[in-house]
């Protein structure tokens, strides 16, 4: 497990994110476009103006928290309105598949439709045509 010093600061400015038991993080988080480090608050926020702006977005519905699509840290980004689950489908190879079916409000007011697969937390957004 990579280890990260406490006391130097990432990109952002803030130290990393102290880490609780059993985590497996090393309390920092990397923009994929630029490569710069930051906390796990800027992270978030970074996300939420990422979703703020885009048209398309891929975010997390988790078992545990159903009401709400977050970020990879948890952060909220828009509470869920409508949740639909498909009846099981099955594989040629006798496998079985279910698919999550959302729509979801923003804070912005902002409306987002989207879709995953049952068995994984990720779920994958469009912004609505009729929300903002």
Known sequence: MMTVDPNTPLDCGHPPTPQTKGSITTGRATDP?????????????????????????????????????TTWTGAVLAKVTSYTL???????????????????????????????RADDDLIHLRRSKSGR
């Open 33 to 69: 476009d630029t490569g710069k480090t930051m906390c796990f608050l800027c992270a978030e926020e970074d996300e939420r103006q990422r979703f703020a702006t885009a048209e398309r977005y891929s975010a997390y519905l988790t078992k545990q928290r159903p009401n709400v699509i």
């Open 86 to 116: 498909s009846p099981k489908r099955y594989t040629p190879t006798g496998g079985h598949y279910q698919t999550e079916y959302v729509r979801a409000e923003a804070p912005d007011g902002s409306r987002w439709h989207g879709q995953g």
